[in-house]
């Protein structure tokens, strides 16, 4: 479970083109994901909030499930890329990034892993 907590964060997919050398450059639309604000933030799938995530202002952020808070640690974002710095030494306590999606309707939107190797579906909870 705390890998998995530590994994919110949950956040920026920005769309890029490469243009050749000799053509001239076409300006195309970015495409802004979520960037991330304190607030608190349910992680998990389409239909399914596994936890939550109480990021502050102050940099720093809470994991919690059912039962309180299962871990914390900092938090800094950069646009819509969000990484995750849990407290503690240890190959799982190290610092995690997150590039979020656009928003949906909803408000919630994909964070996926900067390696690509996990994905969750956050979403923003008024409290």
Do not use: H
Request: hydrophobic share 30%; charged share 25%; glycine share 12%.
């Amino acid at each position: 479970m705390k890998r998995f907590t530590t994994c919110i964060a949950v956040v920026g997919l920005i769309g890029c083109s490469q243009t050749p050398e000799n053509s001239k450059a076409v300006p195309s639309p970015e495409v802004a994901g979520f960037e991330a604000v304190p607030g608190t933030y349910g992680v998990g799938d389409e239909t399914t909030i596994y936890a939550k995530t109480r990021l502050a202002a102050d940099g720093t952020y809470v994991d919690m499930n059912d039962s309180g808070p299962v871990d914390k640690g900092t938090w800094r974002a950069d646009g819509a890329t969000m990484c995750f710095d849990p407290e503690g030494d240890g190959e799982d306590r190290q610092e995690r990034c997150w590039i979020n999606g656009p928003p949906d309707a909803d408000g919630s939107f994909l964070s996926t892993r900067d390696d690509g190797s996990q994905s969750y579906r956050v979403t923003p909870i008024s409290e």
